[in-house]
């Protein structure tokens, strides 16, 4: 047989996608927080990320993983990682919409919220490459801790030019940087860290130590620079390490291997060693991790929009595939019991963004005290339950696409991408325990309770559950915050926060099902429990 009997009822996959004009939650949400903000560069964006070309780039910097060259054929150290020539097209894309530092230099209104919206469209492009651009976005404010050196980086952190060669900063179109934190010993108890600084003197950039240790989790490693951990003589210090030296030598940090992961494919982290490895201290010696934490508030942003970008990629795929597929005489899209897990999925996806996007409007914000305070709350809040509920997501998002949401082959094997994506947004940058237990420390600084209260306030009246959830709320804060119900007030914060913001960015048929289902006992353990009341239609048409 040289030909295939005919094919047919097969999905067509989704390409050359509109991310944001495809996107009404997105618009809308945007719309809500900044209603002068100018969409159309971001729609031009969507248009250009969401174009076929570039997602067979994704596809090809995933299939062709980074190679780790530790040493030239003559013996000489290299510690280099060779990537796909796809892998760089995407992060000259990423770079060059300024999904890195280039919201910290642009001074129009909505910088951070306008970032945000990129990097969540971007996400749905590839996820993977974004780990350097969060790092060099999120370090900014930490690299403040050395003004010397922020001064002297903070042009390339921000330049639109992606410019891979390893070369000394001055000579560099554009810089990118990590952070290294992690050892083997312990990720999250980062105080149990061995690495060493010793005190090596002084020059243009301040107090100069040399280290010794290593980082058993790396990612990265081609950035410039990193900020990273280690025990100086007065304790744990936020160091920041170059790969090349001022004097254009090699910095001591050894490539030792590559991290062989579930997902994640187009992105290196690796093991490293230092050897003597020159570094300059940030901020206070021995006030490291309160430093260090700086960036990490911004990069757990960035795994809430990241995990809201994924979840809607992952219903835009199931949307996809049920509107082309017929069983048992219909689409599949139109069958009751499939409309009740698209409608739940499209709720989530769209609390999702509503809360990531209300964070970094936040962060926007955060000269003003009561946007601060809401910021720091919203973090571990937005980062625990949103991620948390990413991998539940992509799990039934797959199973709406049948058996050929499993395989990794064509369009759909988008759908497997996001899948392994997903629980590592859970897990890096603090994990959700850790992020739990960050809220209570959250919610320890200043009057948390009236900054929930008034961030609540417009929603006040719009259905009796949310209403009953709010008056619940200084009880809540007092009974569940507490090491072992953290989880819990995390979780009950997260949906309120979402159903306020619902009844003001959504229409009633959405807002109305997600207070249903999400606090009013009316849902299920899993997706596709809506209640009889929920107008899955409405919500379908929006999706
Ligand atoms: C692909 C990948 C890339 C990474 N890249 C980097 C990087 O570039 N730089 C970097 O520094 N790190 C990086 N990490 C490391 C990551 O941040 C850590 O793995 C993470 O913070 C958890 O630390 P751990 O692995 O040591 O786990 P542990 O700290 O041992 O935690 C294990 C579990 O215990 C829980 N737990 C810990 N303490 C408590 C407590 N007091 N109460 C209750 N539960 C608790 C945690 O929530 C977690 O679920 C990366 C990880 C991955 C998977």
């Known amino acids: 047989m040289t030909a295939t009997h005919e094919v047919f009822n097969q999905a067509e996959p989704l390409t050359d996608r509109d991310l944001l004009g495809s996107d009404r939650a997105l618009q809308d949400t945007l719309r809500h927080l900044a209603p002068a903000l100018d969409q159309a560069p971001l729609q031009a964006l969507g248009r250009q990320w969401g174009r076929a070309a570039m997602q067979e780039h994704a596809r090809l910097a995933h299939l062709h993983r980074p190679i780790l060259l530790t040493h030239s054929p003559q013996g000489r150290r290299l510690d280099r990682v060779d990537f796909h020539p796809s892998y760089h097209v995407l992060m000259q894309a990423a770079i060059g919409a300024g999904l890195h530092g280039g919201a910290w230099q642009d001074a129009a209104p909505h910088a951070h919220l306008r970032r945000a919206a990129g990097f969540m469209m971007f996400t749905q492009l590839d996820p993977a490459i974004l ?79 040399r280290l010794t240790g290593h980082k058993w989790f790396f990612s990265a490693p081609m950035c410039d620079a990193f900020l990273v951990l280690a025990q100086a003589p007065a ?3 936020c160091l920041f390490l170059p790969r090349v030296l001022p004097d254009c030598q090699l910095n001591g940090l050894r490539i030792e291997r590559l991290k062989d992961k579930l997902g994640n494919h ?14 300059w201290l940030v901020g206070e010696e021995g006030r490291g991790v309160s430093q260090i934490l700086e960036m990490g508030a911004l990069t757990r942003l960035d795994c809430a929009l990241g995990t809201a970008g994924l979840m809607r990629a992952a219903l835009s795929l199931a949307l996809n595939h049920t509107r082309q597929r ?74 709406c696409l049948g058996g050929n949401g499993y395989v990794e082959e064509g369009g759909q094997g988008l759908m497997a991408r996001i899948y ?34 008034r961030e609540l306030a417009p929603a006040l009246g719009r259905h009796a559950a949310l209403d009953r959830a709010m008056s619940r709320l200084p009880v809540m804060l007092q009974e569940m915050a507490t090491p072992d119900q953290a989880r819990r ?5 997260a ?22 289902s999400r606090l009013d006992g009316q849902g299920g353990l899993t997706f596709g429990m809506l209640g009889p009341r929920a107008d899955v239609d409405a919500i379908l048409a929006l999706a």
Not at 132 to 140: C, E, K, R
Not at 266 to 279: G, R, T, W
Request: charged share 20%; aromatic share 6%.
């Open 489 to 493: 007030l995390a979780q009950e914060l």
């Open 235 to 237: 304790g744990l210090s």
């Open 131 to 209: 780990c350097p651009v969060s790092m060099s976005y999120a370090v900014m404010p930490a690299l403040a801790g050395n003004p010397a050196i922020a001064r002297d980086w903070a042009a390339g952190l921000g330049s639109r030019t992606y410019d891979p060669e390893l070369k000394a900063w001055p000579l560099k179109a554009g810089l990118t940087m990590g952070m290294g934190m992690t050892e083997k010993q312990g990720g999250s108890d980062v105080r149990a860290n061995t690495t060493r600084a010793e005190p090596d003197g002084h020059d243009a950039w301040g107090q100069r130590l």
């Open 326 to 399: 017929q069983a048992f005489g219909k689409a599949l899209i139109d069958q009751p019991l499939m409309k009740q897990v698209l409608a739940d999925l499209a709720l989530e996806s769209q609390a999702a963004t509503a809360l990531a996007l209300r964070l970094a409007h936040a962060v926007d914000q955060s000269d003003q005290p009561q946007e601060a305070q809401l910021a720091r709350l919203l973090t571990p809040i937005a980062k625990f339950w949103i991620c948390k509920r990413g991998s539940a997501f992509a799990q039934e998002a797959m199973e």
């Open 495 to 516: 949906l309120l926060l979402q159903a306020g913001l619902l009844t003001q960015i959504a229409p009633p048929a959405l807002w109305q099902a997600f207070c249903e």
């Open 420 to 453: 392994r994506e997903m629980p590592l947004n859970s897990i890096w940058e603090g994990a959700g325990n850790i992020m739990a237990l960050d809220l209570l420390r959250g919610l320890r600084q200043g009057a948390a309770l009236a900054c929930l209260q």
């Open 266 to 279: 187009a992105n290196a982290s690796s093991e490293v060693e230092f050897e003597q490895a020159q570094a």
